[in-house]
């Protein structure tokens, strides 16, 4: 009988640490905008060299920082919000590096803390351009979809989230992960 361990049991090593937290110093902010472009420019193509547009003049960058040794290491996950006009919030370029994917929650965490965020900034409604590909990922995390929109060519959901799903708060940094490995035993 074999033991396997899932999720990340082909990792040669596992960060432990992950820190969700609003990206204040300059540090944070250009790895951040590094990590969009990593992930919407060079991964995903969608836009060429720089995914940077007006919303970032006004809006809030939350960022995942791996720890290793206590220490931050690696700015590893990205999500934005903005108000529209007062109550109206929007969430935008959620990304989480390639190699921290499905491993510690870190793409939901980002969204639980830009949605209580906003709530705790006064938002009445938070909505989000969904990929297709992420509509389930949403949904389980109490989102729902208002209907089908096409966004930089790439077909998208405009979709809502269930504020009564995530309490307002004002924390600066919240959510310390530690990825562990489920057992799984295979014949
Ligand atoms: C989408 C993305 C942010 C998800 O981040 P992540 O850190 O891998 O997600 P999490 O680890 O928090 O996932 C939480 C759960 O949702 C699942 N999940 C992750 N992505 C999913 C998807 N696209 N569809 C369905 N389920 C998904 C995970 O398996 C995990 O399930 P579990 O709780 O049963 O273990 C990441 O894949 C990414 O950056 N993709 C590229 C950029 C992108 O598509 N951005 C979003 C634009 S709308």
């Keep these: ?18 820190v969700v937290s609003i990206a204040r110093t300059p540090w944070e902010r250009h790895a951040y905008h590094r990590l969009r472009q990593q992930v919407f420019c060079n991964e995903q193509q969608i836009f060429m060299d720089d995914d940077y547009d007006e919303v970032d003049l006004t809006a809030i960058p939350i960022i995942a920082t791996c720890y290793m040794a206590g220490m931050p290491d690696q700015i590893v996950g990205a999500v934005r919000i903005h108000e529209s006009v007062p109550g109206i919030w929007h969430g935008s370029r959620l990304a989480v590096h390639a190699e921290h994917r499905k491993l510690g929650r870190i793409g939901a965490e980002l969204i639980r803390m830009a949605v ?32 089908v929109t096409t966004l930089h060519g790439l077909l998208h959901h ?14 600066d940094q919240t959510w310390l992960l530690r990825p562990q490995p489920c057992p799984r035993q295979v014949a």
């Design 1 to 18: 009988m074999l033991t396997m361990f899932d999720g990340i049991q082909n990792r040669l090593f596992a960060p432990m640490e992950y």
């Design 116 to 147: 209580s965020t906003a709530h705790g900034l006064g938002a009445r409604q938070f909505f989000a351009q969904v990929q297709e590909q992420n509509v389930l990922f949403f949904r389980r995390l109490h989102w729902k979809s208002l209907g």
């Design 158 to 171: 405009d979709m809502e989230a269930d504020l009564s799903r995530y309490p307002a708060h004002g924390r």
